[in-house]
């Protein structure tokens, strides 16, 4: 399977990084001996803060601003990222997929709310396709 897929448009996509990201982790945490089932609770604390808090930070980007949250979210998945490759240990891991769950939840809904918020409708599916800071400057 090619690391590209086509669109409906003629363009080629990569994956993710978070994709990318999160499907490499059980190597890493494998290859510094995690059992097997603590990489799963690992991995399953990622989604379950993201799942968990996208909601009360979806409302906080009205009330604080856009930029702002999606820029924090950004610094703190990059911590949670820089903790989890620094440190290796069992905990320093779970308070990192924390962290990256946490930020994620800061970026993903709040860049949906940019999206819709946009005044040019063909402007919408470009800013809630971006990834990265220069998402930050889609953002109104």
Known sequence: MPLS??????????????????????LFFASHGLAIDRIGVVKAVYPAVWGLLQVATGSLSDRWGRKGLIARGMIVQAAG???????????????????????????????????STMPNPRGGPRASASTGFGATWATR
Do not use: E, F, K
């Not at 086509?6 to 499907?23: A, E, F, K, Q, Y």
């Not at 905990?91 to 997929?97: D, F, Q, R, S, T």
């Open 5 to 26: 897929t086509r669109t409906g448009r003629g363009r080629d996509h990569l994956p993710s990084s978070v994709t990318t990201h999160w499907s490499n982790c059980p």
């Open 81 to 115: 990222i820089w903790l989890t490759v620094l440190v290796p240990s069992y905990a320093a891991w779970i308070l990192g997929a924390v962290l990256q769950g946490l930020g994620t939840a800061m970026v993903y809904p709040t860049l949906l709310a940019a999206s």
